[in-house]
């Protein structure tokens, strides 16, 4: 029994702590077989330790065993690889433990519940369970419906954040100006997507909560949000506690700006790279049939 879970970009910008998007860069995950030959874990895979957010989340869940990982999201850069992996601990666990060989909405919302508790927030980890654009409260999700199907560039930088020194940054009490601001935007962000008025989506992702501190800490990651911008993104913002920076665009837009965000970058000293990525619209997924033993 493998799972596969996709990446996610959380916040989009004024959403935080409550969107997130499913993102087409995965972790795959599975249960070590011992009586297998050779080493339990496929080809390119590795074992996870106990300490490992996915083995925590697969003992939390009732699970049995040790789990391998085969995995292409980048820990430490914003794009939920701890959320990712504690969904895939959570639906191998769920698997095992009920002979399920694929997720209904009940077994969703299990995994929601157990892996938001985890993680401190549901943004990322609901994006990696339903897939597509998600908000999040008060332990539900909604799906965002979508009018378009766009191309999301992101530059990764070669630098790692931590996400609990960004938070630690963040300030106290937000005024209640900026309070309104975001709302404004988080509500003509989710219309923008839902009608597909792109010429919106530059005004929606506007922020006053956390990336005005986070981004004047990185101001590479500043300037390769201007330079998507400049290069014809519908807009761009900070993949949850940065230092990734994501843009949505038209698929034909999207090599081009990538090569802006990856020159304004190497330009700043900053490094990393880029990548074009799509919105993933499944969500976690199980492939083989697990049979319990006797």
Same mark, same amino acid.
């Given at each position: 029994?493998i799972?596969?879970?996709?990446?996610?970009?959380?916040?989009?910008?004024?959403?935080?702590?409550?969107?997130?998007?499913?993102?087409?860069?995965?972790?795959?995950?599975?249960?070590?077989?011992?009586?297998?030959?050779?080493?339990?874990?496929?080809?390119?895979?590795?074992?996870?330790?106990?300490?490992h957010?996915?083995?925590?989340?697969?003992?939390?869940?009732?699970?049995?065993?040790?789990?391998?990982?085969?995995?292409?999201?980048?820990?430490?850069?914003?794009?939920?690889?701890?959320?990712?992996?504690?969904?895939?601990?959570?639906?191998?666990?769920?698997?095992?433990r009920?002979?399920v060989?694929?997720?209904?909405?009940?077994?969703r919302?299990?995994?929601?519940?157990?892996?938001?508790?985890?993680?401190?927030?549901?943004?990322?980890?609901?994006?990696?369970?339903?897939?597509?654009? !998600? =908000? %999040?409260?008060?332990?539900?999700?909604?799906?965002?419906? $979508?009018?378009?199907? @766009? #191309?999301?560039?992101?530059? /990764?930088?070669?630098?790692?954040?931590?996400?609990?020194?960004?938070?630690?940054?963040?300030?106290?009490?937000?005024?209640?100006?900026?309070?309104?601001?975001?709302?404004?935007?988080?509500?003509?962000?989710?219309?923008?997507l839902?009608?597909g008025?792109?010429?919106?989506?530059? !005004? =929606? %992702?506007?922020?006053?909560?956390?990336q005005?501190?986070? $981004?004047a800490a990185? @101001? #590479?990651?500043?300037?390769? /949000?201007?330079?998507?911008?400049?290069?014809?993104?519908?807009?761009?913002?900070?993949s949850?506690?940065g230092?990734?920076?994501?843009?949505?665009?038209?698929?034909?837009?999207?090599?081009?700006?990538?090569?802006?965000?990856?020159?304004?970058?190497?330009?700043?000293?900053?490094?990393?790279? %880029?990548?074009?990525l799509?919105?993933?619209?499944?969500?976690?997924?199980?492939?083989?049939?697990?049979?319990?033993?006797?």
């Open positions: 029994m799972v596969r879970v996709p990446a996610s970009s959380a916040n989009l910008g004024p959403g935080f702590d409550t969107l997130g998007l499913a993102l087409s860069m995965y972790a795959e995950l599975g249960i070590v077989q011992p009586e297998s030959t050779g080493s339990g874990v496929p080809e390119g895979a590795r074992r996870c330790d106990v300490h957010p996915a083995s925590v989340a697969f003992d939390h869940g009732g699970g049995t065993g040790i789990l391998w990982e085969r995995c292409s999201i980048p820990a430490g850069r914003g794009l939920g690889f701890s959320g990712a992996v504690r969904v895939g601990g959570a639906v191998l666990a769920i698997a095992q009920h002979g060989a694929a997720l209904d909405d009940v077994h919302h299990h995994v929601l519940a157990l892996t938001s508790e985890l993680e401190g927030h549901a943004d990322n980890v609901a994006a990696s369970i339903f897939g597509g654009v !998600v =908000a %999040t409260a008060a332990g539900r999700v909604v799906q965002v419906p $979508l009018a378009i199907d @766009p #191309a999301i560039v992101v530059w /990764i930088p070669s630098f790692v954040t931590k996400t609990d020194e960004s938070r630690r940054s963040l300030g106290g009490p937000v005024p209640f100006e900026d309070a309104v601001f975001n709302v404004g935007r988080v509500a003509m962000l989710v219309g923008a839902a009608s008025d792109v010429g919106a989506l530059r !005004v =929606a %992702t506007d922020d006053r909560l956390h005005p501190a986070r $981004l990185s @101001p #590479a990651c500043a300037a390769a /949000i201007g330079a998507a911008i400049t290069a014809g993104a519908w807009c761009a913002w900070l949850g506690s230092p990734t920076v994501a843009a949505l665009c038209a698929v034909a837009d999207a090599d081009h700006i990538a090569a802006a965000m990856a020159a304004v970058a190497v330009d700043g000293g900053a490094g990393g790279h %880029t990548k074009v799509r919105i993933d619209h499944e969500g976690a997924s199980l492939e083989g049939p697990y049979t319990p033993s006797a």
